[in-house]
């Protein structure tokens, strides 16, 4: 026979209480971890993760979790076009509430597929040591690798990829037939490229279709500081965008945005049809 | 969209890559549902996201997050009732056995025992969320007493009492599910 457990229940001291180490609470610690605290308390949690073994556990136990989630729910974008611009990346937001488990399991895929891919960007401005961009096709279990100008239906989801070049920011634009900007991602990417320039990547954000048509293009710019490109950016897409709608450019040709040398870019469209 | 909304754009993902994980953690923690856990994780970024203008003056991003994450399971809790309490008593009541059978026996804690201490969180939830949430912080987070009344506004006398008001009610739920079982103090 089993003897009745026997429960320590917690006590609330009068005066205030200590944490895991001395004068270390739990949620101090996953403070310093987040990186929020000042330097002169984080120098003092260093010295007690050096000197306290169970609380380097759990420190080690927290940082790991984060990362499992970080791997298992990457962020997705938080906006979507205004409705007076209605597109087929409208259905972003509703894929981020209803959708994340999926859209990660759909990044997995495609993460595995651009390692083993070839980049097959179909414009790019400086040569073989310019940025890249393609884009892929989410399938029933897998991905596969878009090709430009491809036809694609309400619905599908695709995922762009990039081959930075050495820069620190990065704007992603998409321009479609009817002459409508979007501002898709912009990104501070100092640190990142220094390891990263030249490898493909896969943007975090996948996309899913709506029920517009025609084509859209998407533009990926680089420059050295985000403010700065993504003005320089906005108002060449819109310049373009302007240009579109009244005919005086095509977007199945047009395959730069009218910046200068000091922003390298490439571009990819798509066509959606019903 | 506009350069202030990307701006709130990045300052939201970079919230959720250095806070997100702490935020479904605590999710989890309360729902013990994946799919919950992550619905829940999204109405707290929508809630950040329309409050980022008094956000950006915090200067504890993950207390402020945390607060709306817990406040938010927990009426997701309190939202479940009956159903889920029965479904969750089972739970415990198998995470009480294997406390014992692991050695328990000889004596362990209820915060360390996560398990029983989310019953009678889910407990208290159904009936008090407010109580529920102070004894998160204290119990869960370990926060301290000083954090806890600042975070909620609330004087060290009666939050103190409210926490043994939860201690009383673990014990009396405790024993509804664990016959004979003996309460102490926790060992210093």
Redesign the interface.
Known sequence: M???????????P?G??V??APSI???EL??F????LPPERRAVIDRALAADPALKALHDD?VA??????IE?P?L???Q??AKAPSWWAGLLSH??AG??AAAAAAAVVVVVVVATPDESNRTKGGVEGPRVSFFVKEESAARLGHAGEELKAGDQIQLAVKDVDKKALVVVGVDGAGSV??YA???VQGGLSKGAGSPRVLPASLVLDETTGPERFFVVYGDD??TL??AV?SAARHLGDDVKAGRADLARTDQLPLGAAFPQSSVHIVKIR | MSISQMKDQELLTGLYRTHGGRVYARCFYLLRNKEEAQDALHEVFIKVHKNLAGFRNEASPLTWMTRIATNHCLNVLRAKRAPWHEKYKQEVDVGVAASVAGGGGAGFSLLENRELLRLCLAKVATTDGSLAELATYAFVDDMKQADICVLVGMSAPTLRKRLREFITICRAEIEAHVPGVVFAPAPI
């Open positions: 089993t003897a009745a457990p026997t429960i320590f229940l917690p006590e609330v009068d205030d209480d944490g895991l609470s739990r949620f996953e403070r971890i987040c990186g929020e927290v979790a984060d990362r499992a989630f970080l729910q962020p974008p938080f906006f076009r205004p981020w509430h994340l488990g979007t501002v912009s990104e501070s985000v403010d993504l003005q906005d």
